[in-house]
């Protein structure tokens, strides 16, 4: 039996339904998984998008040949209109020689928010219940067979992986940013808070000083002329 990085099992028997075409994920890009060189290793960045703006989608990625590569992440969850990253990387010992005759499956099913909260997507994937199962199909190539391909040139491809890296990197900003908006949002709340607390409690205390005075003006004994 063989495993992805995070030790799912991929060569099981699953009971799925007749998959089903295109679906609410999209994969970019849709149909080859290109690898390019970053450092020491060989590797490609894909983004899978849920286009449903109503609905969770889970999704799970197989290969041909699991033994020659890391997914990270290999199955997850997407909210409505989330998009997310993953990487797949060539493990080393592992020629290039052949590469194009590795092909990786998307799976993808749409779920209910109420069933995705406590939905343990490992033992989801061994029987999905008769729910319609999306595929999406990918090729593995080199950036070199590209150039004889009729796709797009090496360089071409660079520039879309430095593209998507920058896109996963503007999501991972886009939440760090929201994340301290709204924690700036908490402080102006609370500090505006406190100043009304502060306001109320002073207009108490001159408001009794206030009735304080007045009352002692009122109860002065009354004194006659001689």
């Known amino acids: 039996m063989v495993h992805f ?32 060189r970053e ?36 199955m997850g969850r997407l909210d409505p209109g989330a998009d997310e990253g993953i990487k797949v990387t060539l493990l080393q010992g592992f ?10 499956l998307v ?8 069933e995705s909260l406590n939905l343990d997507l490992a033992e989801f ?21 590209i150039k004889c391909a009729n796709v797009t040139t090496g360089s071409q491809f660079e520039t879309w992986a430095r593209v998507v890296d920058l896109l996963v990197d503007l999501k991972n900003t886009q939440k760090e940013l929201t994340e301290s908006v ?19 409690v002073m207009f108490a205390v ?6 304080e005075l007045y009352n002692k003006e009122s109860y002065c004994p009354y004194t006659s002329k001689p």
């Open 5 to 36: 990085s995070d030790g799912s099992p991929m060569s099981d028997q699953q009971p799925y339904s007749e998959p089903e075409d295109d679906g609410p994920l999209k994969v970019y890009p849709s149909d080859l998984i290109t690898f390019v």
């Open 39 to 74: 450092k020491n290793e060989l590797a490609s960045t894909l983004v899978v998008r849920n286009m449903d703006v109503t609905k969770q989608v889970v999704f799970k990625l197989k290969t041909t040949s699991p033994e020659k590569f890391k997914v990270k992440p290999s």
């Open 95 to 104: 020629q290039l020689g052949g590469l194009s005759k590795d092909k990786f």
């Open 107 to 114: 799976m993808s099913c749409v779920v209910d928010g109420e």
């Open 125 to 145: 994937w061994k029987n999905p219940g008769g729910r319609k199962v999306y595929q999406n199909r990918l090729r593995c190539v080199q950036n070199e067979e």
């Open 182 to 200: 709204s924690r700036n949002q908490k402080i102006q709340l609370f500090g505006l808070t406190v100043i009304v607390v502060f306001v109320a």
């Open 206 to 211: 001159l408001n009794t000083t206030i009735d």
